[in-house]
């Protein structure tokens, strides 16, 4: 676990489990918390990065946001295809 903040920039937390330790609790719905996250704080930059067996997806709202343009992340459509979006992504990297 790493936590980096800078007063007027932001806070960036990191966090990194062996797959295989006893002591690494399931994952659980990553998707879902995303998409909790995002709609409770659409204002603040999430990037979600998940790796396995070399194989990674990135979910940056910063590219949603410049893409979605004035159409809030919080919004009820979006937030379905960030949880499909999520889902999708994480079942590529399962292959």
């Known amino acids: 676990l790493n936590i ?3 007063i ?7 966090a990194s489990f062996e797959l295989m ?12 918390t995303m998409q909790t996250l995002i709609s409770g ?3 603040i930059d999430f990037v979600y990065s998940h790796t396995k067996n070399g194989k990674n997806f990135t ?7 410049n893409v979605l343009g004035d ?13 499909g979006y999520i889902k ?7 292959l």
């Open 71 to 83: 159409v809030p992340l919080n919004n009820p459509e979006v937030l379905i295809w960030i949880d």
């Open 4 to 6: 980096e903040s800078e």
């Open 41 to 43: 704080s659409p204002e």
């Open 59 to 65: 979910m940056d709202t910063v590219e949603l946001k």
């Open 21 to 32: 330790n006893i002591d690494r609790a399931p994952i659980g719905d990553m998707a879902s």
């Open 8 to 14: 007027g920039k932001g806070t960036c937390v990191s």
């Open 88 to 94: 999708e992504g994480l079942e590529t990297i399962e």
